[in-house]
């Protein structure tokens, strides 16, 4: 079993494993953190399922794993690998269950003196406009056509229908929309699950969330951000909901074999993949795709009824209710993107799993109201805890294939949390903060307590260190809904 010893130390925030540890391994295996941060890698699996990654063929440069690293399905969550378009694979454990389960954020001008007395009405509110909860439906229903429209064209479908502003599409990664997506590679079941969900925020670590900005590191990048101290922001943190849950089992059954036939080597049957280009892999991607859309649309329809509920609640109260988009970022999903691989740029697909893309200053991806400061990098904490906005670095370009931590990352399984306190108790010591929580489980609350998870702040201290990431603000909770 790989030791902290046989890691190498690279400098204060990254640490190698050789590979030359492991005779399977195609490139070495890198951790990004402190030292703390580092040997917290060793409570799980984490660092096994690091290693099983860079065995994989076609990978380039490193396995990575983020400092909020911990275990997960095939790939450890926090993971970053890059594989070659013209002899790598895709690996749906790379990518997950919950495709493209990401954050938004939105922004106001409004003071939290201001909007505290309104406070329990609106997140009231949200909570009416926002469903949440285990297979709970959502505020649009789909007929079988929008269902195939809103695969095929994600957040674009939900501007056709009312239901985004021109520059919300603008200010989320890649637009709100993966080309090369096909309804028709989505089965039957996923489209069962997903019909009846669109606009809810699901259960488990998803959240809603009402912040105040209580510090500013980057003044400039902050105000092209709409960011300012102790302002209102909302956090909205969702995926795919149950229709990305069935792509994922569906793509894993169907790729059980292909491992064998096409005599890729794996060293975990959690790692099922297909060579890239191959019938198996271009179909899973076009449904992984696929599931990448429904969710970006997900996350703003939820914007959509979050602004209702800002008018319902707080016109004619203050004089603007009006909500701005920050961005909207991606944690989990495999994309197709050029980058520099030592002497060579190269056509990669880039799985991110429990990661975030941080693209730098100047990048033709980025929006214009970005392109001088890099791309913002939301990185939520937990329910009690502070959440950071961040911005992407070329060092990250450079180094990670432009990608930074994603959140706090667990440190805790639900299990071992509901050990720990029942969700009254957690209920109870939240209110203790100031901060208003909304659940419709406390079974769930209780295993997204707080002291479940890493402390976000050394995570972000750690990836700010590596250079990954630049700090520009934290903001820190009063509402919180689960569901």
Known sequence: MVQKSDFEQINDYVWELPQAYDGRMRVPARIYGSEEIFEAAFRDSSVTQLMNVAMLPGIVKYAMAMPDVHQGYGFPIGGVAA?????????PGGV????????RMLASQIDYAALEPY??????SIDRNCPSGVGGKGAVQLSDKELDDVLERGAEWALSKGYAQRD?????????RIAGAQAGAVGARAKERGRPQMGSLGAGNHFLEIDVVDEIYDAEAADVMGLAQDRVVVQIHCGSRGLGHEVCGQYIRALQDAPR????????RELVAAPVDSREGREYLAAMSAAANYAFANRQILAHFVRRSFEQVMAGKVKNWHLTQVYDVTHNIAKIEEHQVGSQRMKVIVHRKGATRAFPPRHPELPAVYRSIGQPVLVPGSMGTASYVLAGTSTAMDETFGSTCHGAGRMMSRNAALKQARGEHVRSELASQGIVVRTGSLKG???????AYKDVSLVVDSVAGAGLARKVARVRPVAVIKG
């Open 96 to 103: 997950g269950y919950d495709i493209n389960c990401g954050v």
């Open 83 to 91: 594989f070659r378009w013209d002899e790598g694979i895709i690996s």
């Open 445 to 451: 609350l209780a295993e997204e307590a707080p002291y």
């Open 261 to 268: 036939r096409y005599g890729i080597d794996i060293p975990d």
């Open 168 to 176: 919300d599409l603008e200010r989320t990664e890649s637009q709100g």
């Open 119 to 124: 406070l329990k009405d609106l997140i009231a």
